[in-house]
């Protein structure tokens, strides 16, 4: 099943009863204010909020973590999120941070969630409508079924490495992950991890914010040098835009791609962890 829908599907079905709208903006890396200011200036009627930053582990000082079973059942109940509904994430970028919401209600079990094709950007730019009016979502129960095998933490991700049974794709730029470009965020060593290939997630976009066709997406990651037959854990700066690329391979038929979950912020941020520069 294709995880996209298209701007036409939305609007066709924006009304329907088990239909639930996520926006999951999210400011590009070091851009100022907060998601919640795209979403309060226009949003998809009817679409709530998904704070990345707030529905996340506060026990650690790492960027949107994903949060316990326990704690994201409540939030998704808030936001009247249950899991027999069919969800459909977007940003207002196009696509950067909705595959991430995509990504996280998918690894606490919902079945049925998808992103817009485009985001807000291609449905504004359609002339469809929108509203500033904040959605009042009934509260419902939002009970989880968490798969870990779509998440890894940085001990799995070191076994990997040192066991050579999972491939390691990195989303950030290739002047970032050859260590030629500093890191955004502070203290961080610059490089990638031994043996990691890299696509850039903006490789996977077009230029009005759409995911590529199949027939684009498959060659550039076999061109990366990926097997699409083997194990595929992707990473990037703070596990936002790994999610675009587990979302392209999913496009693929590859919904099984696991997300290193701390991703750069992490493993560059420790002096115990190898780091590698060049191609």
Not at 178 to 203: I, K, V
Not at 214 to 235: H, K, M, N, Q, Y
Request: net charge negative; aromatic share 8%; glycine share 10%.
């Amino acid at each position: 099943m294709d995880p996209m829908v298209s701007t036409d599907w939305l609007e066709a079905h924006l009304y329907d009863a088990d239909l639930r709208v996520v926006d999951a903006t999210l400011p590009l890396v070091g851009q100022p204010g907060h998601g919640r200011d795209t979403y309060e200036v226009a949003h998809i009627p009817g679409a709530v909020f998904f704070d990345i930053n707030a529905v996340a582990d506060r026990s650690t000082d790492l960027p949107h973590m994903l949060p316990a079973p326990e704690a994201f059942a409540k939030a998704a109940g808030e936001l009247g999120l249950g899991r027999d509904a069919t969800i459909v994430v977007y940003d207002a970028h196009g696509l950067y941070s909705a595959p991430r919401v995509w990504w996280t209600l998918r690894t606490m079990g919902y079945p049925r969630v998808f992103v817009l094709d485009g985001g807000l950007r291609k449905w504004r730019a359609e002339g469809r409508v929108v509203t500033s009016e904040a959605a009042q979502p009934a509260p419902t129960a939002a009970d989880t079924a968490f798969r870990p095998e779509l998440v890894r933490d940085l001990v799995q991700v070191q076994a990997h490495l040192q066991a050579g049974d999972a491939q390691l794709l990195d989303a950030r730029s290739t002047t970032r992950f050859r260590g030629q470009a500093p890191e955004p965020r502070a203290g961080l060593r610059s490089g990638h991890m031994p043996g990691a290939l890299n696509l850039p997630f903006d490789e996977v976009v077009n230029p009005d914010g759409t995911l590529k066709s199949e027939g684009e997406l498959r060659p550039l990651f076999e061109d990366v040098g990926i097997d699409l037959s083997r194990a595929i854990v992707t990473t990037c700066g703070s596990g936002v835009t790994a999610a675009v690329l587990a979302l392209a391979l999913a496009r693929l038929g590859r919904d099984d791609v696991a997300v290193y979950d701390g991703s750069w912020t992490e493993w560059g941020g420790r002096p115990d962890t190898a780091v590698v520069t060049g191609a």
